[in-house]
């Protein structure tokens, strides 16, 4: 019937790249207000403060090759030398929330740079934050990439949401 809710209300479904985009564009908006209010009582920004968002790439990109050979060969279960079906959960709970935390970090750098353009030749420590700020955008960006593709790798081969990008 039309009135009846659908079976899969409460079912998890893909993280969605709209949702993300919000999301760091919300943050960046108010980091940006933050930052514009106290940036002269911050302490300077070091050049490798976002480093840590490529090591989380890199270790999901890593662990999405994992994933995508076992899902594609069929090996998941709980037999020795098998992805366990626990483990793949696991794996995909933290690509949803590196996905979030990409979204998050991203907002967080992108407001910070935009401020720090904003004040183009008018401070010095702005200039000298300005490469760090840059550095952590991308891996935000990156750490963000990361995550969807390992969520997608979570995928079984027969599974019918092809709808990431809505």
Partial sequence: MRGDPPENENAMGPTRVRDLSILAAVIAVVVFLVVRISYGSMPPLPLLAG?????LAALEVVIAFVVRARVAGRQVGSHHGQLHPLT??????????SAILGAI???VWAGTLVYLLSQQGDLAAAEHDRPGTIIGLI?????????????????????????LVT
């Fill in 105 to 107: 970090a991203t907002g």
């Fill in 51 to 55: 480093i840590v968002l490529y090591v």
């Fill in 139 to 163: 891996g935000g960006v990156l750490l963000a990439a990361a995550a969807l593709w390992l969520e997608y790798c979570c995928r079984t081969p027969d599974d019918p949401s092809d709808d």
């Fill in 88 to 97: 793949a959960a696991r794996v995909l709970a933290l690509a949803k929330a």
